[in-house]
């Protein structure tokens, strides 16, 4: 299963690479802001795309490099120059995540949509917060938290979403966990932003 998810990510990545040297012809008759955008539809979505849970480090920091010539594209900077700042650039001037980071903000979002029903998927693991005595209604009480099954396997155990998402549910603060927050809006994804780029 790893030698396929490997493979299928090295071929992506030739692909990024090809694009990335189309887009370094064009940036000199694009604009910054342009280039931007454009940088972000063609690469930082399928960047998204393939990230995945659990993945083995050799397939995050393929993904990883990808996203540091994407950001040398935009900046204007060669491999071989001095970018030691370029994880500072990629926070502070292109508000891009890391890969990892990415990771953690998509499992973050998709637990709170099956905390909420908004999704197709049954999961039965996430549903098991305390509940409100008080009320009537079959409301979480606040903090929500989520139980982390066991699992046998230690490698592919972890990257199940049955145990990552409760993982990473179980990590945020309190106040994120909040059942109230409506995850479609952009209220849960700024504060996720917000905590990952602190």
């Known amino acids: 299963m790893t ?28 604009d910054s802001n342009l280039l931007v955008t454009l ?10 795309y393939c990230n995945t849970v659990g993945a083995p480090r050799a397939v995050t920091n393929k993904l990883r490099r990808v ?8 900046i204007g900077t060669w491999k071989f120059d001095h970018d030691h700042g370029l994880g500072q650039i990629l ?5 891009w995540l ?8 998509k499992l973050a979002v ?12 049954p999961v039965r693991l996430l549903h098991s917060g305390r509940r ?23 490698i592919y155990g972890r990257r199940a979403f049955s145990v990552a998402g409760p993982t990473v549910w179980n990590s945020l603060p309190d106040f994120m966990r909040d059942p ?12 996720l932003t917000t905590y990952l780029f602190a």
């Open 110 to 121: 998709t637990v709170h949509r099956c905390l909420n029903g908004r999704t197709a998927v």
């Open 39 to 48: 940088v972000y539809a063609v690469i930082n979505s399928q960047i998204d």
């Open 98 to 105: 890391d890969v990892p980071d990415r990771v953690f903000f």
């Open 180 to 191: 109230t927050i409506n995850a479609d809006s952009f209220s849960l994804r700024r504060l």
């Open 3 to 30: 030698n396929l998810v490997y493979h299928h990510i090295s071929r992506i990545c030739t692909s990024f690479y090809y694009r990335l040297h189309q887009l370094r012809r064009l940036r000199r008759s694009l």
């Open 91 to 95: 926070h502070d001037e292109l508000h």
């Open 132 to 154: 409100c005595r008080h009320s009537a209604a079959p409301a979480f009480c606040q903090p929500l938290t989520a139980a982390v099954p066991c699992y046998r396997l230690n």
């Open 67 to 74: 996203l540091n010539a994407t950001a040398r594209v935009v």
